[in-house]
């Protein structure tokens, strides 16, 4: 990976040329650097077909395409576009919201994948409601930290299943129950929860439906995990549908879309203070690749944030 100087880009027919203010880091940036071979062919098989990295992104509109009707320059907003570690960057108007004024550009660059990948999984895959028992395996990573904050705002009981350092990071965002899953598994405990929400992609379809309720849901967001299996993911993925005819389980696997009305809803969200976005660390543009390398190794809590201003 090399930082390059590069002309300012033009925005096209709807979309908007951002300054960048900042970005964030997804297990996503990690796979154009460190494909399994299996993947290259989607993504390049010598080399990755788009260079540029980085898809969340918060910064101001200098210069709107034609046909844009929703910002101007001078707005301030967030969302999801390509080659965010970049000073300058074009995004679709369709990608973007408004950024609250009470919430720093770091904070909002945090939320676009991980935020929508929460919101879609509990309240579109998941069907998440009042009172129902709720685990996040994975709570203290970057969806699952949103996770827990989004599904307390839905009333859910929520238990976090995190790593003994975290334990108390994952209290203090929301759940109500944490376990520690280098000490217990959550799985032959005894409980069952009425929806699980997997973010790690390493776990067994008899697995999941032992920890489930009758009638319960298992919504696996993590395919594009850093410490996610390629093999168990595409298995889930195959036997999903059928299972879940066949049983009183429901199995769901899925990648988010990224939605204006969603990172509008987000936006609102943490506006009110519903929910803060968890930053591990943050970094300048030239230590982009030692960043990726950092959550690639799964050590990450939260979000890691590149700062451009």
Known sequence: ????????????????????????????????????PLLRILFGLRKPKDP??????????????????????????????????????????????????????????????????????????????PGQKVLINGAAGGVGTFAVQLAKYFGAHVTGVCSTRNLDMVRSIGADRVVDYTREDFTRSGERY?????????RSLRVFRRALSPGGTCVVGGMLGVSSKLSTILS?????PAISRLTNKNLVVFLARISQADLTTLADLMAAGKITPVIDRRCKLAEVPEAIRYLFQAHARGKVVVNLE
Do not use: H, W
């Open 1 to 36: 990976m090399q930082i390059l100087e590069v002309e300012k880009p033009i925005p096209a027919d709807g979309e908007v040329l951002l300054k960048v203010r900042a970005a964030s880091i997804n297990p996503l940036d990690c796979i154009p650097v460190a494909t399994p």
């Open 52 to 129: 540029r990295l980085g898809r969340d992104v918060a910064g101001t509109v200098e210069a709107v395409g034609k046909t844009v009707s929703r910002f101007k320059p001078g707005d301030d907003v967030f969302g999801a576009c390509r080659g965010a570690f970049a000073e300058y960057a074009c995004a679709s108007e369709l990608k973007l919201a408004a950024k609250p004024q009470n919430v720093t550009f770091e904070q909002a660059a945090s939320v676009p994948v991980a935020g929508i990948t929460a919101l879609q999984g509990l309240r579109d895959k998941g069907r998440i409601q």
């Open 194 to 202: 009425d929806l699980i929400f997997d973010l790690v992609g390493d």
């Open 236 to 240: 889930l993925a195959a036997v999903a």
